[in-house]
């Protein structure tokens, strides 16, 4: 069933928005080409999860981020994460900064 | 507002940013650009330099930056400026200036402009070497 107006099907689990908690994780630099990729939307608990946890679980995921992992910064909505337990919940933004090159 | 922040993928101008230091009483004027050299590495001849941000937070800790310069040295004027996207040797990536009543505040705060910069700030490069590498897209900033 449409819903007309060029809306997607809702019905389409292949098609519709995804309503799991998720966090969109940006990867830099080295980060980016240890995934293959520059975004992931990444599933967490409704309750969220601690960055170290999250990172982690990117480690995992993708073995060659490991050792990146080790020398980045975990940045969220922005801002550096203070703390490992720091919580990142559904909706936020969770970037890998490897080591700034600019100038 | 007496400093000028900027992420830019076009050119950056040194006269521009010399405009934006100028004033009746800033007797002392520092101004420090860095080119992209074409220097040899392991892939063959730097041609270019893909710049990489992170904008939103870059932006923040420029500002952070810039405040600290002028607390810290007291300078009346800064420019803080990077380029984005792709940058091919011989090209500015970077200036930064300050400037104040005498030189040593604005050689101070240049020199810290510069360092904190390249520490800090969310910016990436990766090498272009060669001209087949030279046909790919730039990263975007996000």
Redesign the interface.
């Known amino acids: 069933m449409r819903t007309g107006g060029g809306d997607k099907d809702l019905m389409d689990p292949g098609v519709g928005p995804s309503m799991a908690p998720s966090v969109r994780v940006l990867l830099f630099a080295t980060a980016r080409t240890a995934v293959g990729r520059s975004e992931l939307d990444w599933p967490v608990p409704p309750s969220g999860l601690p960055a170290g946890a999250l990172a982690a679980e990117l480690a995992a995921a993708h073995p060659r981020l490991a050792p990146v992992l080790k020398a980045s910064r975990l940045v969220r909505n922005g801002v550096p994460v203070g703390r490992p337990s720091a919580r990142i919940r559904p909706g936020d933004e969770f970037a890998i900064h490897p080591p700034y090159g600019g100038g | 507002m007496n400093g000028s922040l900027r992420l830019s993928p076009r050119a950056l101008s040194w006269a521009a940013a010399a405009r934006a230091l100028s004033g009746p009483d800033l007797g002392g004027v520092a101004l420090f650009a ?1 080119r992209v050299r074409a220097e040899r590495g392991a892939a063959g001849r730097v041609v270019a330099l893909d ?2 941000v ?1 904008a ?2 870059a932006i ?1 800790v420029m500002r952070e930056i810039d405040r600290e310069a002028r607390r810290r040295f007291g300078v009346e004027r800064t420019v803080l400026w ?1 380029r984005v996207g792709r940058v091919r040797a011989g090209e500015i ?2 200036i930064v200036g300050a400037a104040a009543g005498h030189r040593a505040p604005a050689f101070a705060a240049a020199r810290f402009l ?1 360092d904190e ?10 090498e272009r070497a060669g001209p087949r590498s030279n046909r790919s897209s730039p ?1 975007r900033p ?1």
């Open positions: 860095g710049y990489e992170h939103a937070p923040r990077h990536a970077v510069i910069l390249k520490k800090t700030v969310p910016i990436w490069k990766t990263p996000r």
